[in-house]
């Protein structure tokens, strides 16, 4: 197991190197570099000096000059300067990251408990009039578009009820705990219906599955009582595969998270990828989509490593 | 011999598609002494293994009464029951759960029962586990890590931890190896005999049936047949279905004789059994009242014990 562990984290390692050449050799092919905002806003600035700039930040190196600076650094935690916020690439990350992942964590608590709930409803009949209305309601959230779904709820919630804002994460003249609360509320929402559609799914289909099993008859014959044989039998083996879906759908629930923080003007990961990234601040825009991989691959490790604890037939 | 579970007009049937019924068992009443074991044999399809459910209290029946230890099961008292009946399945591999490690699997049933502390039910699950002959050391492990025949004797052990007086054998050898069947046999043989338990073994391996069984119920169609003390009923069947059942069953150095394999065709549907007798359509003793008039169990001329439901018995 220790052995499988460290093999996972070293495989994570070698693709985050390789994501990172990759995204760095993407930005630096693309078109215009971060000089040339910088020309733009100021028109008395001579060739001679563009030049002398150039050196100075080390745009005139190649490519692969440039990358082995930058990995030689980053491998020592320095992550460069964003030219933009004109403060160390973690310092504008850190908060962005922050408001990303309450966002994410929120909304996948959230949707993971309102899945089992209403997966094992579903299942308990499945064909009956429960599990219809379930089914229903779980396509309807697999198929609503996320940003559809965060531009209803503000027209509704914000703009003709008045109950909660439209946008950001506080009011300026506010700012409290319960400020910032009502402010999470319609991105959450809207992430989580997003993604419990898909994960009740999971949850119903698995369910079903270990109902019919065998050992699921041994347990009632022992007289088990079936809110036990339910919750005890068949959800501690449904949830196996479970868990696994669930742990892997991290990496689409932070580009779901993206698209809600445009949505509701939320000051997270992407906006700040997206900001950083039309103003040609290269460090920023890659540690981001680097941070963004790592996610991806911590939750892939998460689901492997699930995996192996919840199955007594994988570990040993 | 006081009779420790009787069956009495059992009927279960099931809802199919249509709005039609299958009678997967009609009018059974059998009953089972202490310490004695029943056999039910008949073919796949004949409601065997339904009315082990039934016994198991698994399948509720549609009609008729299971009483135990005199008292009749009902929603009220099977709580109180369901740890003096228990059952052993046939697929080894899938009738353990496999998140549970063997000790939970053999205690769980104590738990239920709410009998003991969790020390001593670990106590009862180490006992169980050498008694059916498996070493200390499976307590921690998990089904996967166990053989079919292992597997066995450890739902044999999860049958047998909260003190039964009747175990249901849903054909419990059929899923094994031969050189391993005649092991757990054997070891459901000795358990029997230390404890004083009743078994209904259902089989339709006819070789162990006579290995194991006192008495023989055989099922056609749901409905009990002919049921006797195994010599009388393996010596002289007087039902013809049995005879045919009996005369199926190859053995070295013995010719196949003649009218082996004396029944042709399938079983009919038991959506749609056949009026009257619902042997009538295989049977070669078959006349024309046999289509028209139900027969009733009655004793075999000069023996009370062996009972056949036949117009015709010999």
């Given at each position: 197991?220790?052995r499988?562990?460290?093999?996972?984290i070293?495989?994570?390692?070698l693709?985050l190197?390789?994501?990172s050449?990759v995204?760095?050799s993407?930005?630096g092919?693309?078109p215009g570099d971060p000089?040339?905002v910088?020309i733009?806003s100021?028109p008395?600035?001579?060739?001679e000096v563009v030049a002398?700039?150039r050196a100075?930040?080390g745009?005139?190196?190649p490519l692969?000059?440039?990358?082995?600076?930058?990995?030689?650094?980053a491998v020592?935690?320095?992550?460069?300067?964003s030219r933009?916020?004109s403060?160390p690439?973690l310092?504008?990350?850190?908060?962005a990251l922050?408001?990303?992942c309450?966002l994410?964590l929120?909304s996948?608590?959230?949707?993971?408990?309102?899945?089992?709930?209403?997966g094992?409803?579903?299942?308990?009949?499945?064909?009956?009039?429960?599990d219809?209305i379930?089914?229903?309601?779980?396509?309807?959230?697999?198929s609503v578009p996320v940003?559809?779904?965060?531009?209803m709820?503000i027209?509704v919630?914000?703009?003709?009820?008045?109950?909660?804002?439209a946008s950001?994460?506080?009011?300026i003249?506010?700012?409290?705990?319960v400020?910032?609360?009502?402010h999470?509320?319609?991105?959450?929402a809207?992430?989580?219906?997003?993604n419990?559609g898909?994960f009740?799914?999971f949850?119903?289909?698995s369910m079903i599955?270990?109902?019919?099993?065998?050992?699921i008859?041994t347990?009632r014959?022992?007289?088990n009582?079936e809110?036990?044989?339910?919750l005890?039998?068949?959800?501690?083996?449904?949830?196996?595969p479970?868990?696994?879906?669930?742990?892997l759908?991290?990496?689409?629930?932070?580009?779901?998270?993206?698209?809600t923080?445009?949505?509701?003007?939320?000051p997270?990961?992407?906006?700040?990828?997206?900001?950083?990234?039309l103003?040609n601040d290269f460090?920023?825009?890659?540690?981001g989509?680097?941070?963004?991989?790592?996610?991806t691959?911590l939750?892939?490790?998460a689901?492997?490593l699930?995996?192996?604890?919840l199955?007594?037939?994988m570990?040993? | 011999m006081?009779e420790l579970l009787?069956?009495?007009?059992?009927?279960?049937h099931?809802?199919?598609?249509?709005?039609?019924?299958?009678r997967a068992v009609?009018?059974?009443?059998l009953?089972?002494?202490?310490?004695?074991?029943?056999?039910?044999?008949?073919e796949s399809?004949?409601?065997k293994?339904?009315l082990g459910?039934?016994?198991a209290?698994l399948q509720p029946?549609?009609?008729?009464t299971?009483?135990f230890?005199?008292v009749?099961l009902?929603?009220?008292?099977?709580?109180?029951?369901?740890?003096k009946?228990?059952i052993?399945?046939?697929?080894?591999f899938g009738a353990?759960d496999p998140r549970?490690p063997?000790?939970?699997t053999?205690?769980e049933?104590?738990?239920i029962?709410?009998?003991?502390t969790?020390?001593?039910?670990m106590?009862?699950?180490?006992e169980?586990v050498?008694q059916?002959g498996?070493p200390r050391?499976?307590l921690?492990?998990?089904?996967?890590?166990f053989?079919g025949?292992q597997?066995q004797r450890?739902?044999?052990a999860?049958?047998?931890?909260?003190?039964?007086?009747?175990i249901v054998?849903d054909?419990?050898l059929?899923?094994?190896?031969?050189?391993?069947?005649s092991?757990?046999?054997?070891l459901m043989?000795?358990v029997?005999?230390k404890l004083?338990l009743?078994y209904l073994?259902?089989?339709h391996d006819?070789?162990?049936?006579n290995?194991?069984?006192?008495?023989v119920?055989?099922?056609y169609l749901?409905?009990?047949?002919e049921v006797?003390?195994?010599?009388?009923l393996f010596g002289?069947?007087a039902?013809?279905y049995t005879e045919?059942?009996?005369?199926s069953?190859p053995?070295i150095?013995?010719?196949?004789a003649?009218?082996a394999?004396?029944?042709?065709?399938?079983?009919p549907?038991?959506l749609?059994?056949?009026?009257?007798?619902?042997?009538?359509t295989?049977c070669?003793r078959?006349?024309?009242?046999?289509s028209?008039v139900?027969?009733?169990?009655e004793?075999?001329?000069?023996?009370g014990?062996h009972q056949a439901?036949?117009h015709?018995?010999e």
């Amino acid at each position: 197991m220790r052995r499988f562990i460290l093999q996972r984290i070293g495989q994570a390692a070698l693709v985050l190197l390789v994501m990172s050449f990759v995204i760095y050799s993407l930005i630096g092919l693309m078109p215009g570099d971060p000089l040339d905002v910088m020309i733009a806003s100021n028109p008395g600035a001579t060739p001679e000096v563009v030049a002398r700039l150039r050196a100075i930040y080390g745009l005139d190196q190649p490519l692969m000059y440039r990358y082995g600076h930058w990995l030689l650094a980053a491998v020592q935690g320095d992550l460069g300067f964003s030219r933009t916020h004109s403060q160390p690439v973690l310092e504008v990350l850190a908060p962005a990251l922050w408001v990303t992942c309450k966002l994410m964590l929120a909304s996948f608590v959230i949707s993971v408990s309102l899945s089992l709930i209403l997966g094992i409803s579903a299942a308990l009949r499945p064909g009956g009039i429960v599990d219809g209305i379930i089914n229903l309601g779980a396509f309807a959230g697999i198929s609503v578009p996320v940003f559809w779904l965060a531009l209803m709820m503000i027209l509704v919630f914000a703009v003709k009820l008045h109950l909660l804002p439209a946008s950001g994460i506080a009011n300026i003249d506010d700012g409290g705990f319960v400020d910032h609360l009502r402010h999470l509320i319609m991105p959450v929402a809207t992430l989580a219906l997003a993604n419990t559609g898909g994960f009740t799914r999971f949850v119903r289909a698995s369910m079903i599955e270990t109902l019919r099993m065998d050992h699921i008859r041994t347990a009632r014959a022992k007289g088990n009582a079936e809110g036990r044989v339910v919750l005890v039998h068949a959800l501690r083996n449904a949830m196996i595969p479970v868990v696994t879906v669930m742990a892997l759908s991290f990496g689409t629930l932070f580009s779901g998270a993206l698209l809600t923080e445009t949505m509701f003007a939320q000051p997270g990961m992407g906006k700040m990828i997206y900001d950083s990234i039309l103003s040609n601040d290269f460090n920023l825009a890659l540690s981001g989509l680097l941070f963004a991989t790592l996610v991806t691959l911590l939750s892939n490790l998460a689901a492997d490593l699930a995996y192996g604890w919840l199955d007594p037939r994988m570990s040993r | 011999m006081t009779e420790l579970l009787n069956i009495e007009n059992i009927s279960v049937h099931f809802p199919s598609p249509g709005g039609r019924v299958v009678r997967a068992v009609q009018d059974v009443s059998l009953s089972i002494a202490e310490g004695e074991t029943l056999a039910l044999v008949g073919e796949s399809g004949s409601g065997k293994s339904t009315l082990g459910y039934t016994v198991a209290g698994l399948q509720p029946p549609t009609s008729g009464t299971l009483r135990f230890e005199g008292v009749p099961l009902t929603s009220r008292t099977w709580p109180a029951a369901r740890r003096k009946i228990q059952i052993v399945f046939q697929d080894p591999f899938g009738a353990l759960d496999p998140r549970m490690p063997i000790s939970s699997t053999i205690a769980e049933p104590l738990l239920i029962q709410r009998i003991g502390t969790s020390a001593s039910r670990m106590a009862r699950a180490e006992e169980l586990v050498q008694q059916v002959g498996l070493p200390r050391d499976a307590l921690n492990r998990y089904p996967h890590e166990f053989s079919g025949g292992q597997r066995q004797r450890i739902a044999i052990a999860r049958a047998l931890s909260p003190n039964p007086r009747l175990i249901v054998a849903d054909e419990p050898l059929s899923a094994l190896d031969v050189s391993i069947q005649s092991q757990v046999l054997n070891l459901m043989k000795e358990v029997q005999e230390k404890l004083g338990l009743s078994y209904l073994f259902i089989s339709h391996d006819l070789a162990v049936v006579n290995h194991l069984v006192d008495r023989v119920a055989v099922l056609y169609l749901g409905r009990l047949v002919e049921v006797g003390p195994r010599e009388a009923l393996f010596g002289k069947p007087a039902h013809p279905y049995t005879e045919a059942l009996l005369a199926s069953v190859p053995r070295i150095g013995r010719k196949r004789a003649r009218n082996a394999g004396a029944i042709k065709g399938e079983m009919p549907s038991p959506l749609n059994p056949p009026t009257g007798c619902v042997f009538h359509t295989r049977c070669p003793r078959a006349q024309p009242m046999c289509s028209e008039v139900v027969p009733v169990l009655e004793a075999v001329a000069g023996q009370g014990a062996h009972q056949a439901a036949c117009h015709f018995k010999e």
